[in-house]
């Protein structure tokens, strides 16, 4: 039923910074991040869980990428830096309630938006 829209893609040089969105229809218990690069398959990113916030990271972007959520404007953000060419992809959003897993794949998708990283 929620309808998920992301926004922020783009080309960035390795090095750089992103900040993706993902602007939801109504509040879900909790929402996440994946991405798909061409030929693979798609991989979780990031979730993030209940009105307490808890999260929930990739060891690929550990300590490069920060999930957070505006509630009350059913936002979902992703702070991505020191962006690499590994991390060309293209990003989804998604939601869900409880039992969905650490990303909270909870089978209900945005459109995606496209990341390139170039070196």
């Known amino acids: 039923q929620v309808q998920l829209v992301e926004s922020g893609g783009g080309s960035v040089q390795a090095g750089g910074s992103l900040r993706l969105s993902c602007a939801a229809s109504?509040?879900?218990?909790?929402m996440g991040w994946f991405r798909q690069a061409p030929g693979k398959e798609r991989e979780g990113v990031a979730g993030?869980?209940?009105?307490?916030?808890?999260?929930y990271y990739a060891d690929s972007v550990k300590g490069r990428f920060t999930i957070s959520r505006d509630i009350a404007k059913n936002i979902l953000y992703l702070e991505m830096n020191s962006l690499s060419p590994e991390d060309t992809a293209w990003y989804y959003c998604?939601?869900?309630?409880?039992?969905?897993?650490?990303?909270?794949?909870?089978?209900?998708w945005g459109q995606g938006t496209q990341v390139t990283v170039s070196s």
């Open positions: 998604t939601a869900g309630g409880r039992g969905t897993g650490p990303f909270c794949r909870g089978g209900i």
């Open positions: 993030i869980f209940g009105g307490a916030g808890t999260t």
């Open positions: 109504e509040y879900n218990y909790c």
